[in-house]
């Protein structure tokens, strides 16, 4: 991939990720506390010294304002935004992260390229869940949902939207499978810890109920 921009990633964490696949070529990380990326890189430097690749342009800002502003195109942008777990005070109620910033992103993203966004688990609260699959469609015309076993986390799994953009002559993908498939064997290779080909499949088969309910969303 020749651009990818990831927001809210401060801790380095989705960079070292990204950073082990050979095809990514650029990632412009966006954050709005540099604290957070001295932080990692003084304490947690498994993840953050991947902050210190020449690939990664760091712009240190709110997201919300980068993206109103932004004239780059990028292959895959991924969100890490803030879970406010339906705060009536929190951000996703004031529209810093509405359907207007959905929008624009769309404008952000190649032809054929994708969205993508923690969110939700099909355990949690799916009022909020349809609320935010309600903005993702802004910008993205094909979703996909799965969800990954995360012990730590509520429920003990974390949900993730995926959408593709199409603009033009780029061909529609089938987002519950890898286009770029990758076996348990160049996982390793990789030094991957949870990713691979069959667990993508996997965390995009939903339960039967739940599958319902989100594809008539």
């Known amino acids: 991939s020749s651009g990818i921009n990831a ?16 095809r990514v070529q650029q990632i412009t990380l966006v954050d709005i506390d540099e604290k957070v990326l001295e932080v990692s890189k003084k304490f947690i430097s498994s993840m953050g010294d991947s902050l210190n690749s020449d ?3 760091i712009k240190i800002c709110d997201a919300s304002v980068y993206v109103q502003s932004c004239t780059d195109t990028f292959d895959v942008v991924i969100l890490d ?37 923690h969110m939700y688990s099909p355990y949690s609260n799916n009022a909020l869940l ?8 802004c910008a993205a015309d094909k979703i996909c949902y799965g969800f990954v076993p995360v012990p730590s986390f509520p429920n ?18 089938l987002l519950s499978v890898p286009h770029h498939r990758i076996s348990a064997e160049k996982a390793n ?6 990713y691979y ?8 088969t939903l339960p039967l109920s739940f599958r319902n309910w989100f594809y008539n969303l």
């Open 81 to 117: 935004l803030v879970d406010d777990g339906g705060d009536v005070d929190g951000p996703m109620n004031y529209d810093i992260f509405g359907e207007k910033f959905y929008r624009k992103l769309k404008e952000l993203i190649r032809d054929g390229g994708i969205l993508t966004e």
């Open 156 to 173: 003990g799994n974390i949900g993730i939207l995926f959408g593709q953009i199409l603009k033009g002559d780029a061909r529609e993908s």
């Open 197 to 204: 080909d069959k667990f993508h499949e996997s965390c995009c």
């Open 130 to 137: 349809a609320e935010q699959v309600k903005r993702f469609r």
């Open 55 to 57: 690939k990664v342009d």
């Open 7 to 22: 927001e809210y990633g401060g801790d380095g964490g989705v960079v070292r990720e990204l950073l082990k696949d050979s």
């Open 189 to 194: 290779e990789m030094n991957l810890k949870c």
